[in-house]
């Protein structure tokens, strides 16, 4: 299997998994000090409600990522946008992962820091290897 393809599997798992955490969290799962900086959580550990539109919102965004990667790596089409689109909002996407990792990196809560930032820095070497390839 092609490097390219292993790397939009990582990225699907991952990003699947990441939308399964964010829609948790919109409808009020106790688990916000392991998001936003681990500084919003209520008292009983659920988002404001702000954070959690913006969870709400991440879903679906997760998997327009996936469908980006997807055919960036040619195994789905790429619809009425030109290859060179998809190819840039891979590394597009990479860049923003990179970012949200030096901002994973900073967070009060060692689960943001080290699993989150383990997951955003293998996004965005996977959008990387699809964008630049």
Do not use: K
Not at 28 to 51: C, F, H, T
Not at 93 to 111: D, E, I, K, Q, R
Not at 115 to 129: D, H, R
């Amino acid at each position: 299997m092609p490097i390219e393809s292993t790397a939009v599997w990582i990225a699907t798992f991952l990003l699947t998994s990441n939308g399964l955490f964010q829609a948790a969290l919109a409808a009020g799962a106790p688990w916000g000090q392991s998001a936003y900086g681990g500084r919003v959580a209520q008292d009983d550990g659920s988002l404001p409600s702000r954070y959690r539109v913006a969870s709400f919102v991440a879903v679906p965004v997760m998997a327009l990522l996936i469908w980006v990667i997807h055919a960036g790596a040619g195994l789905v089409d790429g619809g009425p946008l030109p290859e060179v689109l998809v190819s840039r909002t891979c590394t597009g996407a990479a860049v923003l992962f990179t970012l949200n990792t030096a901002g994973n990196l900073t967070s009060s809560s060692t689960f943001e820091r080290w699993v989150m930032g383990s997951v955003t820095v293998s996004l965005a070497v996977c959008f990387a290897l699809v964008g630049l390839l």
